[in-house]
């Protein structure tokens, strides 16, 4: 089992850049695929990014694409997502997720995901 606990989100304004981060408990992050989500008021939560075990394959959703990016550090038992030219439409609560990966997939649906952090707020002002 693995506690995943975010931090980074805050106010920033539409342009600016934040840094989340999702630091994991336990020893054994590696065999971890993981995954960051974003759940807007009043919509339903949505997938932004996913990194495999190793790090070597990533994947976006579109709207972030070229603006996002998701990396991991496995030693510090920490996943990323850095975000720069944020918009007013990125506002939203951030949660990281992690599954045990028996391979190198990574995976964009919620429902694939067994672990869940509680979410750190992003609000982007225009």
């Known amino acids: 089992q693995v506690q995943l606990v975010e931090s980074g989100g805050g106010l920033v304004q539409a342009g600016g850049s934040l840094r989340l981060s999702c630091a994991a408990s336990?020893?054994?992050?590696?065999?971890?695929?993981m995954g960051w989500f974003r759940q807007a008021p009043g919509k339903e939560r949505e997938f932004v990014a996913a990194?495999?075990?190793?790090?070597?394959?990533?994947y976006y959703t579109g709207s972030v694409k070229g603006r996002f990016t998701i990396s991991r550090d496995n030693a510090k038992n920490t996943v990323y997502l850095q975000m720069n030219s944020l918009k007013p439409e990125d506002t939203a609560v951030y949660s990281c997720a992690a599954v045990v990966s028996a391979g190198e997939g990574l995976y964009y649906t919620s429902r694939r995901y067994d672990y869940w952090g509680q979410g750190t707020q992003v609000t982007v002002s225009s």
């Open positions: 990194i495999n075990r190793s790090g070597g394959m990533t």
């Open positions: 336990g020893r054994t992050f590696s065999s971890y695929a």
